[in-house]
């Protein structure tokens, strides 16, 4: 059962979307829990966890949650309600694997649709560990983004490295928005 605190200013819905194995729920238990679970097991439908954003004592208080899916592309076209209330995105590829880039776009039309256009979006490049496997360069990560004028950053759910940083863009983004 996941303890719901009622003290908070702000609930910031974050879904993690991209292909499957891409590590989508290796960065929120490294975010949520700061581990790197290798029994983490697949994502059965949608779950979320959640976890104060770290802020200074007097401002705001905002409740972070991170939403999972598991499911190739057309499953969440069928579960809108996963998009409900979002805030913000990450949608995630891995920087081996050439086709979860190239579904970014397919990936970014989903959000973009379902999705409140106010949404917040970052482009993220997980498995950045794996330097000698690397097939997509940050070069055309960081093209696809400009184009559709959105932020990108490379992580590694492995090593925590910018985890934090990637979820802190998207709730830095809202809080300029909503301020
Ligand atoms: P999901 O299907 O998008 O939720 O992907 P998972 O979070 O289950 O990750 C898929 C697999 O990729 C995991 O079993 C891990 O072995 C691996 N993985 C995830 N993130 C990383 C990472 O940053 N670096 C490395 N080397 N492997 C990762
Ligand atoms: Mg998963």
Redesign the pocket.
């Known amino acids: 059962m996941i303890d719901f605190p009622q003290d908070y200013d702000y609930l910031f819905k974050i879904v993690?979307v991209?292909?499957?194995?891409?590590?989508?729920?290796?960065?929120?238990s490294q975010y949520i829990r700061e581990d790197f679970d290798?029994e983490?097991k697949?994502?059965i439908g949608v779950e979320f966890d959640q976890k104060f954003y770290p802020t200074m004592p007097g401002q705001d208080k905002i409740l972070v949650q991170l939403w999972?899916s598991?499911g190739k592309y057309g499953f969440l076209q069928k579960l809108p309600s996963y998009f409900r209330a979002s805030t913000g995105a990450l949608l995630?590829f891995?920087v081996t694997k050439k086709d979860s880039f190239l579904n970014c776009e397919k990936w970014y039309n989903t959000i973009t649709s379902l999705a409140d256009p106010h949404i917040q979006i970052v482009l993220v490049g997980?498995?950045?560990?794996?330097s000698n496997l690397r097939i997509v360069s940050r070069q055309e990560a960081e093209d696809f983004a400009k184009q559709r004028n959105i932020k990108y950053i490379e992580?590694?759910?492995?090593?925590g490295n910018n985890i934090d940083e990637a979820v802190g863009i998207v709730v830095e983004d809202t809080m300029r928005l909503i301020r």
């Not at 991209?18 to 929120?28: A, E, N, Q």
């Not at 997980?126 to 794996?130: A, E, F, G, R, S």
């Not at 992580?155 to 090593?159: G, P």
């Open positions: 993690l991209g292909d499957p194995k891409v590590g989508k729920s290796y960065i929120l290798l983490n697949d994502t999972d598991a995630i891995d997980n498995k950045t560990d794996l992580v590694s759910a492995l090593t």
